[in-house]
Nanobody, 115 residues
Framework: QVQLVESGGGLVQTGGSLRLSCAAS????????MGWYRQAPGKQRELVAT???????NYADSVKGRFTISRDNAKNTVYLQMNSLKPEDTAVYYC?????????WGQGTQVTVSS
């Protein structure tokens, strides 16, 4: 069982920045592919970015060039640096840990971008 705790959400103006953090309880954090997903009201949850145990990253087209995912294996933490935020980035952001067909989710953190 892996517990994930997100933090760093909040209210920001268009063009602003936020950094989300996700602390994992996993004993062997390094084996997990970590990801950030988001869900806006009335919409399905969607992929934002992932990072493998080897540091390979993947981004949704809508956030490429604006968001950066990273991980600190010594701290069992994954980050999402979000720059140039837009109102359409408003959503609840969820952290995910995945390994061999099993995934875990955090409780989510709200990000609101005002126009």
């Amino acid at each position: 069982q892996v517990q994930l705790v997100e933090s760093g959400g909040g209210l920001v103006q268009t063009g602003g920045s936020l950094r989300l953090s996700c602390a994992a309880s996993a004993t062997i954090f390094t084996i997990y592919t970590m990801g950030w997903y988001r869900q806006a009201p009335g919409k399905q949850r969607e992929l934002v970015a992932t990072i493998t145990s080897g540091g390979i990253t993947n981004y949704a087209d809508s956030v490429k060039g604006r968001f950066t995912i990273s991980r600190d294996n010594a701290k069992n933490t994954v980050y999402l640096q979000m720059n140039s935020l837009k109102p359409e980035d408003t959503a609840v952001y969820y952290c995910n840990a995945y390994w061999r067909g099993v995934g875990y989710w955090g409780q989510g953190t709200q990000v609101t971008v005002s126009s």
